[in-house]
């Protein structure tokens, strides 16, 4: 009766913390919902997420997995985006449920809060690993999810890296569990698969970061075994590496971030001072982002106990050894945050400070694990004051204007301070512990609640799009042909009415209209320039002129050799109605917009558009990633336009590619073809050979690693038995 009680205790203890952090995680995070219904689609979920994942869910329902799309133009080169998350089945899911979803606000709000949980789990899990007692453990898994570039960049806007950071906790779980605790590889296999083919690099640099000091710390250790599994999970993550972002690489340098450069421009990056408002979630930091100098969010706020840091030290010397990546992940995400803004392709570093609270937070449950009741003494209470204090007044110092705010957050910390020194030393708490951590969270709601009023939205935009697929769906139901949009795409996105007549970037993958005014990661440099689009499929006001002028070379029309036969032009760009050119007209004049469409249809993006004078083709075939056209006759031009970016990747057959049109059309020299020869233009990504190669490899690593590791522990079973049968000592090598 006692054992079975014991047991159940036990089991109850063991299961209750972790659940406790996922319910307060799930509580605090819906809480922000009551005062902003909309909170975790803003921006870049808005614009971006929720119509990827329509887009990706109606292809995979249709049995598809798209590669590429002439039509989306510059965001139609899936594999390179590298976000779409082509070969990851967790996002496959996500995208399925998206397009069988009515409610895309609902849908994102459902995936952010589960990434939320994700994230606590794995952070507790990642805590108790380290050494950290349940309590605080648990305390650990609230604390991350709330911390301030996690709730207010990451769950607001920034789904990838949001599902990157939730993934990291439980990677480093499970190769710390295969490493340096002898066990099944099989959970390292599966996380490190998602994070990486989720395809956002921070969390697969985060990833390198702790298999390098996995490497040389067991090889200084001279630990060959753990040398040999830590080499096994880095060539399994290197090769899915090569996998996802190798096209993206070679892809670059027809992108804008072919040219990224090496500069601080002081965006999205911090320095010291700001980090003093690292244990304040009511403040804004001097963060410069796209609403100016100071960016209205808590963003460098990682955890209000770190101002407790004096009651966690010092850290025992094992605990110190057993802590050591965490001091090297810490120590360069620290030098990567403070570093430039722009470090070529990498950009923005302040994305990092969710791994840096990972770390700091994680550091706090070890080090008060070991250090409290004992450790809460008069000294670490003044020390912890005056923390306190130093950092309220450097926090005042960088924004005066929120001193209400600074004072407020530190009578609080100080009132957090007098109740852990309470529940350390009264006579009347007995499990301290769990009083104190329960106390922590009871804090950490309070500090949620004031973010509340202060802070109820996200720094980053919301746009108000309709949350109806539906409703979505009835933009443009008529198709006609390829759309593109000129102008402000914005205007008038207060209004309910607007969006009846246009979308924003890859919300037009709802309409049943191909548009290519989609969102990019990559924006094609040349067409970009040309037609002075942005990232998110936004033009200039001359985007419109170009779009309908001649070609000087082909004699076309631009809109022609892109077969584009919808133009969607807004009339904050263009109030008075554009002249349309002959074999266009006027179908309709909206309230924000003219819609514009050509007499005749064209075929959609992909096919042949022109042929120099001397030359004939005829198409025999057409795909998303392929063309086949036979040729009549070749004269001494013999240049063949399709409309199709000419992306890395093209292999032509029978004939070859030639300098684009425009630097932007792709272009086929067929002048040296005889009649009747076929010539077929296909693509893949650029170094397809090698990446199916790493695939394979990777898989074969994968198996292999845990066949092999079946075999060993069957023979060690086999020779524990027979040297129980003959009576003789068990080998170190048959325990193992």
């Given at each position: 009766?006692?054992?079975?009680?014991g047991?159940?205790?036990?089991?109850?203890?063991?299961v209750?913390?972790?659940?406790?952090?996922?319910?307060?995680?799930?509580?605090?995070?819906?809480?922000?919902?009551?005062?902003?219904?909309?909170?975790?689609?803003?921006?870049?979920?808005?614009?971006?997420?929720?119509?990827?994942?329509?887009?990706?869910?109606?292809?995979?329902l249709?049995?598809?997995?798209?590669?590429?799309?002439?039509?989306?133009?510059?965001?139609?080169?899936?594999?390179?985006?590298?976000?779409?998350?082509l070969?990851?089945p967790?996002?496959?899911?996500?995208?399925?449920?998206?397009?069988?979803?009515?409610?895309?606000?609902?849908h994102?709000?459902?995936?952010?809060?589960?990434?939320?949980?994700?994230?606590?789990?794995?952070?507790?899990?990642?805590?108790?690993?380290?050494?950290?007692?349940?309590?605080?453990?648990?305390?650990?898994?609230?604390?991350?999810?709330?911390?301030?570039?996690?709730v207010?960049?990451?769950?607001?806007?920034?789904?990838?890296?949001?599902i990157?950071?939730?993934?990291?906790?439980?990677?480093?779980?499970?190769?710390?569990r295969?490493?340096?605790?002898?066990?099944?590889?099989?959970?390292?296999?599966?996380?490190?698969?998602?994070?990486?083919?989720?395809?956002?690099?921070?969390?697969?640099?985060?990833?390198?970061?702790?298999?390098?000091?996995?490497?040389?710390?067991?090889?200084?250790?001279?630990?060959?075994?753990?040398?040999?599994?830590?080499?096994?999970?880095?060539?399994?993550g290197?090769?899915?590496?090569?996998v996802?972002?190798?096209?993206?690489?070679?892809?670059?340098?027809?992108?804008?971030?072919?040219?990224?450069?090496?500069?601080?421009?002081?965006?999205?990056?911090?320095?010291?001072?700001?980090?003093?408002?690292?244990?304040?979630?009511?403040?804004?930091?001097?963060?410069?982002?796209?609403?100016?100098?100071?960016?209205?969010?808590?963003?460098?706020?990682?955890?209000?106990?770190?101002?407790?840091?004096?009651?966690?030290?010092?850290?025992?010397?094992?605990?110190?050894?057993?802590?050591?990546?965490?001091?090297?992940?810490?120590?360069?995400?620290?030098?990567?945050?403070?570093?430039?803004?722009?470090?070529?392709?990498i950009?923005?570093?302040?994305?990092?400070?969710?791994?840096?609270a990972?770390?700091?937070?994680?550091l706090?449950?070890?080090?008060?694990?070991?250090?409290?009741?004992?450790?809460?003494?008069?000294?670490?209470?003044?020390?912890?004051?005056?923390?306190?204090?130093?950092?309220?007044?450097?926090?005042?110092?960088?924004?005066?204007?929120?001193?209400?705010?600074?004072?407020?957050?530190?009578?609080?910390?100080?009132?957090?301070?007098?109740?852990?020194?309470?529940?350390?030393?009264?006579?009347?708490?007995?499990?301290?512990?769990?009083?104190?951590?329960?106390?922590?969270?009871?804090?950490?709601?309070?500090?949620?609640?004031?973010?509340?009023?202060?802070l109820?939205?996200?720094?980053?935009?919301?746009?108000?799009?309709?949350?109806?697929?539906?409703?979505?769906?009835?933009?443009?139901?008529?198709?006609?042909?390829?759309?593109?949009?000129?102008?402000?795409?914005?205007?008038?996105?207060?209004?309910?009415?607007?969006?009846?007549?246009?979308?924003?970037?890859?919300?037009?993958?709802?309409?049943?209209?191909?548009v290519?005014?989609?969102?990019?990661?990559?924006?094609?440099?040349?067409?970009?320039?040309?037609?002075?689009?942005?990232?998110?499929?936004?033009?200039?006001?001359?985007?419109?002129?170009?779009?309908?002028?001649?070609?000087?070379?082909?004699?076309?029309?631009?809109?022609?050799?892109?077969?584009?036969s919808?133009?969607?032009?807004?009339?904050?760009?263009?109030?008075?109605?554009?002249?349309?050119?002959?074999?266009?007209?006027?179908?309709?004049?909206?309230?924000?917009?003219?819609?514009?469409?050509?007499?005749?249809?064209?075929?959609?993006?992909?096919?042949?558009?022109?042929?120099?004078?001397?030359?004939?083709?005829?198409?025999?075939?057409?795909?998303?990633?392929?063309?086949?056209?036979?040729?009549d006759?070749?004269?001494?031009?013999?240049?063949?336009?399709?409309?199709?970016?000419?992306?890395?990747?093209?292999?032509?057959t029978?004939?070859?590619?030639?300098?684009?049109?425009?630097?932007?059309?792709?272009?086929?020299d067929?002048?040296?073809?005889?009649?009747?020869?076929?010539?077929?233009?296909?693509?893949?990504?650029?170094?397809?050979?090698?990446?199916?190669?790493?695939?394979g490899?990777?898989?074969?690593?994968?198996?292999?690693?845990?066949?092999?590791?079946?075999?060993?522990?069957?023979?060690?079973?086999?020779?524990?038995?027979?040297?129980?049968?003959?009576?003789?000592?068990?080998?170190?090598?048959?325990?193992?």
């Amino acid at each position: 009766m006692t054992a079975d009680g014991g047991t159940t205790t036990h089991r109850a203890h063991r299961v209750g913390w972790p659940l406790l952090a996922v319910v307060v995680t799930l509580a605090l995070a819906a809480s922000r919902l009551l005062v902003t219904p909309r909170f975790y689609f803003s921006d870049d979920t808005e614009r971006g997420s929720a119509g990827q994942w329509w887009q990706l869910g109606d292809q995979l329902l249709q049995g598809k997995l798209p590669m590429l799309d002439p039509s989306a133009w510059q965001a139609g080169n899936y594999w390179a985006e590298g976000q779409w998350g082509l070969l990851n089945p967790m996002t496959w899911l996500i995208a399925i449920t998206a397009r069988l979803s009515e409610s895309p606000v609902l849908h994102a709000t459902v995936v952010k809060l589960v990434f939320l949980a994700v994230l606590a789990l794995g952070v507790h899990l990642l805590a108790r690993q380290f050494g950290a007692h349940r309590p605080w453990a648990a305390l650990a898994g609230v604390l991350v999810p709330a911390s301030g570039f996690v709730v207010y960049m990451d769950a607001a806007s920034w789904s990838t890296d949001l599902i990157n950071v939730a993934l990291f906790p439980w990677v480093w779980w499970a190769l710390r569990r295969t490493v340096e605790h002898r066990r099944s590889p099989l959970p390292y296999l599966a996380a490190s698969y998602l994070l990486v083919t989720v395809g956002y690099v921070f969390g697969v640099m985060m990833l390198v970061v702790v298999l390098v000091e996995s490497l040389v710390r067991h090889a200084v250790r001279r630990d060959p075994a753990r040398v040999i599994r830590t080499l096994l999970a880095s060539a399994w993550g290197a090769l899915l590496t090569i996998v996802v972002y190798l096209p993206a690489v070679l892809t670059a340098p027809v992108t804008e971030r072919g040219n990224a450069p090496f500069e601080n421009l002081g965006f999205l990056n911090a320095d010291l001072t700001d980090l003093a408002a690292s244990g304040n979630p009511w403040v804004s930091a001097t963060i410069r982002a796209w609403g100016g100098d100071i960016t209205e969010g808590p963003l460098v706020y990682i955890a209000w106990v770190l101002l407790l840091l004096p009651f966690a030290l010092p850290l025992a010397r094992s605990a110190v050894r057993r802590a050591i990546p965490l001091f090297v992940l810490g120590g360069v995400v620290l030098a990567l945050v403070l570093g430039p803004s722009h470090m070529g392709p990498i950009r923005w570093p302040l994305r990092l400070i969710p791994y840096l609270a990972i770390v700091l937070v994680v550091l706090f449950v070890v080090g008060i694990s070991r250090r409290f009741p004992a450790g809460a003494t008069r000294r670490a209470f003044w020390l912890s004051a005056l923390v306190i204090g130093v950092t309220s007044l450097l926090t005042w110092g960088n924004g005066p204007y929120a001193w209400k705010a600074v004072l407020a957050a530190a009578v609080v910390s100080f009132a957090a301070l007098v109740l852990l020194r309470w529940a350390a030393r009264s006579p009347r708490v007995r499990r301290r512990s769990a009083v104190a951590a329960l106390g922590a969270m009871a804090i950490t709601a309070v500090f949620t609640a004031g973010q509340l009023p202060l802070l109820p939205t996200s720094p980053l935009p919301s746009r108000a799009a309709p949350d109806s697929a539906t409703a979505l769906q009835s933009v443009l139901p008529d198709e006609h042909g390829d759309a593109i949009v000129v102008g402000d795409a914005e205007d008038g996105w207060q209004d309910g009415r607007s969006w009846r007549e246009r979308l924003l970037a890859n919300l037009w993958y709802f309409s049943p209209t191909d548009v290519s005014s989609l969102y990019t990661v990559l924006p094609f440099e040349a067409f970009g320039d040309d037609l002075c689009i942005d990232l998110r499929g936004e033009t200039c006001e001359d985007a419109l002129e170009t779009l309908w002028s001649v070609d000087d070379e082909t004699g076309e029309r631009v809109s022609d050799l892109m077969s584009v036969s919808t133009v969607v032009a807004m009339k904050d760009t263009y109030p008075r109605e554009p002249a349309a050119p002959e074999g266009w007209h006027l179908a309709a004049d909206g309230e924000y917009t003219w819609l514009f469409e050509r007499d005749e249809e064209l075929p959609a993006a992909g096919g042949v558009t022109w042929t120099a004078p001397d030359t004939r083709v005829e198409v025999t075939a057409e795909s998303d990633t392929a063309v086949t056209f036979a040729v009549d006759q070749a004269g001494e031009d013999g240049r063949v336009v399709l409309s199709r970016l000419p992306y890395p990747g093209y292999r032509v057959t029978g004939a070859e590619a030639t300098e684009p049109l425009r630097g932007w059309l792709l272009t086929i020299d067929v002048s040296d073809v005889a009649p009747g020869d076929t010539v077929t233009v296909s693509f893949r990504p650029p170094a397809w050979p090698l990446l199916l190669g790493a695939y394979g490899l990777a898989l074969l690593i994968g198996a292999g690693w845990l066949i092999g590791r079946g075999v060993l522990r069957r023979r060690g079973v086999l020779r524990r038995r027979a040297a129980q049968r003959s009576g003789g000592p068990v080998s170190a090598t048959a325990k193992a």
